[in-house]
């Protein structure tokens, strides 16, 4: 069975070809979580993740962001920028949506293919 999931705060670690880099994390694991995420914010300190999820929506955004699908090993299956008010269609592997400030996942090397973990905090 996979792993139980719950609201919190942790670490995302991006095991990319630069080494790790780990980076604030929040988890939105509840349905008022999930559903609430990134709305009313004006910035991002870190990522965002989003379980279970395999799309997501910038309706009522007040930032662009960056959006990686991930499978359930947490492997990324797609990254991709979206402005506010844009609906992202869902990726049928995908079971986790990781959200953080447009131009932050470049910088930490999470692109197709990288492999994540998440250390709870």
Known sequence: ???????GRGALVVHGERG????????AASYR???????GRDAVDGAM????????????????????YLDRRL?????RTM?????????LRARH???AEAG????????VGTRVSVESG
């Open 1 to 7: 069975m996979g792993r139980r999931w719950r609201d």
């Open 20 to 27: 790790d880099v780990s980076v604030p994390l929040e988890i």
């Open 33 to 39: 979580a999930r559903t609430k995420g990134l709305l």
């Open 49 to 68: 993740l989003l379980t279970p999820a395999s799309g997501v929506h910038t309706f009522r955004m007040r930032i662009p962001i960056d959006v990686a």
């Open 75 to 79: 492997n990324v299956l797609a990254v």
């Open 83 to 91: 402005r506010p008010g844009l609906l992202g269609l869902p990726r």
């Open 97 to 99: 949506v990781l959200e």
């Open 104 to 111: 932050a996942m470049a910088g930490w090397g999470v692109r």
